[in-house]
């Protein structure tokens, strides 16, 4: 293959493949500052500070659109590229929803505590539904849900902490118990990622159909000191800097073969 077919093939094919781009991630912390995270190296990118106490995002990863939720219960758009928050309306009486995650198009949240989901209109945060659990799991720390939308995972803080799921039936079962001070939890395509406060970051199996096995890390922002997390939420993949030089390059000497050639396109 000819040099100029080569660097272009490279390129093309880099970008084509979402591994090769990795998986990527927004993160909110406490000090409601907004960054995008690469959870192949993960180094956070900061985005802007939001100018409202953001506790929970979700993205839904059908629309490519970024929500974020406040402590009391009060939606918001939020700009992927910018960061900037709209508000979108108040869910009233759902206080301190610290999950928040999307099934298809179908928003839900944690309610007000014991592992109740509250189900919300994206476009104004008007309840539509709640599921009130048969047990008691404590404070619901995150939330996410599977690819076909059939259960939910959420992790409770009651006798230690684990694990739930729930086939929104309002049967909580638990997983399995885990000890840690989680608050982050998505899924991509069936591989489900768990932050916890201090930014270390794993791959969760639960045994749902498309896990892909992998090492986990640990988000730094490059700032002194330690800033706890409170959110993370899939985001989408973006190329990166090398990536982004194999298609110049390649895009370049494809160009200069053409145009000697006279070719007009």
């Given at each position: 293959m000819k040099k100029g077919r080569l660097y272009s093939a490279i390129a093309l094919?880099?970008?084509?493949?979402?591994?090769?781009?990795?998986?990527w991630a927004f993160g909110?912390?406490?000090?409601?500052d907004l960054y995008r995270v690469n959870l192949t190296t993960g180094h956070a990118s900061f985005i802007t500070h939001e100018d409202v106490p953001i506790l929970s995002i979700a993205r839904n990863e059908a629309t490519d659109k970024l929500y974020?939720?406040?402590?009391?219960?009060?939606?918001?758009?939020i700009d992927e590229a910018t960061g900037t928050p709209t508000f979108l309306g108040d869910s009233g009486n759902v206080q301190s929803p610290q999950g928040l995650a999307f099934a298809g198009e179908e928003l839900w949240c944690s309610g007000s505590g014991g592992g109740e989901l509250v189900r919300l209109d994206p476009l104004n945060g008007d309840i539509l539904e709640r599921?009130?659990?048969?047990?008691?799991i404590g404070g619901v720390?995150?939330?996410?849900?599977?690819?076909?939308?059939?259960?939910a995972y959420m992790y409770g803080d009651l006798a230690g902490g684990g694990y739930y799921r729930t086939d929104f039936s309002g049967v909580?079962?638990?997983v399995f118990v885990l000890h840690e001070p989680l608050v982050g939890l998505f899924n991509t395509d069936g591989t489900f990622y768990q932050f916890i406060r201090e930014g270390a970051y794993s791959r969760v199996d639960f045994g749902e159909p498309g896990f892909v096995?992998?090492?986990?890390?640990?988000?730094?922002?490059?700032?002194?000191g330690v800033h706890p997390w409170m959110d993370f939420t899939s985001a989408n993949a973006v190329p990166e800097p090398g990536t982004l030089l194999a298609l110049c390059i390649g895009s370049s000497v494809l160009l200069r073969r053409r145009n000697k050639r006279g070719c007009p396109f």
């Open positions: 094919a880099t970008l084509g493949s979402s591994s090769a781009l990795g998986q909110i912390d406490d000090r409601d974020g939720v406040l402590p009391d219960g009060a939606l918001y758009s599921i009130t659990p048969n047990i008691n720390t995150v939330l996410a849900i599977n690819t076909a939308g059939t259960h909580l079962t638990q096995p992998g090492p986990g890390g640990q988000v730094s922002n490059g700032q002194p």
